[in-house]
């Protein structure tokens, strides 16, 4: 599975952005989807999660509420909407795929990861 992560920016405290991350080479909706993010000088940390068939999502607190992760089988594409965005939220963000939840949700021996989009939330 090839993924392509793209959407990222700059943006203002309290805005939005969406991110997309395209996948090729695999039956899509046989794969788990997640995002990661990484700041600078800091671990890499999960962001969300979803099921093959989009029904399960699963989030961390810091974004639950403000971000939404939803996918599109028939476009190949997970989506990740960003609202009430803040300047903690600043970090590189990477989408992954894997057949197993686990794996998504904790980003230990995932197959599958996509290049970073940088996503800016500064005044």
């Known amino acids: 599975v090839q993924l392509q992560a793209s959407g990222g920016g700059l943006v203002q405290p309290g805005g939005s952005l969406r991110l997309s991350c395209a996948a090729s080479?695999?039956?899509?909706?046989?794969?788990?989807m997640a995002w990661f993010r990484q700041a600078p000088g800091k671990e890499r940390e999960f962001v969300a999660a979803?099921?093959?068939?989009?029904?399960?999502?699963y989030y961390a607190d810091s974004v639950k509420g403000r971000f939404t992760i939803s996918r599109d089988n028939a476009k190949n594409t997970v989506y990740l909407q960003m609202n009430s965005l803040r300047p903690e939220d600043t970090a590189v963000y990477y989408c992954?795929?894997?057949?197993?939840?686990?794996?998504?949700?904790?980003?230990?021996?995932?197959?599958?990861w996509g290049q970073g989009t940088q996503v800016t939330v500064s005044s």
């Open positions: 080479g695999r039956t899509f909706s046989n794969y788990a």
């Open positions: 979803i099921t093959g068939g989009g029904g399960v999502t």
């Open positions: 992954a795929a894997d057949s197993r939840w686990g794996a998504v949700v904790t980003g230990k021996k995932v197959l599958y």
